[in-house]
């Protein structure tokens, strides 16, 4: 972890003085709050190695970790149940677009992704359901897509995200499928990025 850090310090500070341009690596490090849709919460991290393939477009890998806790819905029963969820994991291909001339160091940006989300197992809450048969939500893999927008300000980052994960379905011990989890969740980020050099030009 130590050499990690000392890796990132040292390719910011060398390219402190280039401006932002095409060819230039960098990493980005976002964290902040995570929303499951129809309730609950949650947080998630992100690092992203990133290249500029234009002064304004780069490409990158996302590797991000959201832990949720959010709703159970069953089928046959009229109400939803506590689900607790440890740390989702997802690899994702992204591309951004900055509207960005260099004449500042303010660059609002737009961007897309599409990866592979390993979805950790659900422990239900089970004790208002007189069923001892409830089963659990098993641990599964979904391809997805995501959508984000925000701004940089110098090196530093803040963005909102969706992330449009499709639904597990929850089964019980003799494998009927008895419920589901939404996946989808909308994530507020803060971050900052090392490398790739500085938006103001001039």
């Not at 490090?29 to 998630?44: Q, T």
């Not at 689900?83 to 992204?94: L, P």
């Not at 160091?105 to 001892?132: K, M, Q, R, W």
Request: with cysteine.
């Amino acid at each position: 972890m130590k050499k990690l850090l000392t890796l990132c310090l040292f390719i910011g500070l060398s390219t402190l003085t280039f401006a932002q341009q095409a060819g230039k690596f960098r990493i980005g490090m976002d964290l902040g709050p995570a929303i499951p849709k129809d309730g609950g919460i949650g947080a998630l991290v992100n690092i992203e190695p990133k290249i500029n393939v234009r002064d304004n477009l780069n490409v990158g890998i996302r590797l991000g970790i959201a832990g949720l806790a959010k709703d159970v819905t069953y089928f046959d029963i009229s109400q939803d149940y506590e689900g607790e969820v440890s740390a989702n994991v997802s690899v994702a291909g992204t591309l951004d677009y900055y509207f960005n001339n260099g004449g500042s160091n303010f660059a609002p940006y737009i961007g897309a992704g599409f990866g592979y989300y390993a979805l950790s197992s659900v422990e239900i809450d089970a004790d208002a359901i007189d069923n001892t048969d409830v089963g659990n939500l098993e641990a599964n893999f979904k391809w997805s897509p995501m959508l984000r927008a925000g701004i940089e300000l110098g090196r530093f980052r803040m963005g909102a995200e969706y992330n449009f994960i499709p639904p597990s379905n929850l089964q019980d011990t003799s494998g009927a499928v008895i419920g589901e989890a939404i996946n989808q969740y909308f994530g507020f980020t803060f971050g900052f990025y090392v490398g790739g050099g500085r938006w103001r030009k001039s």
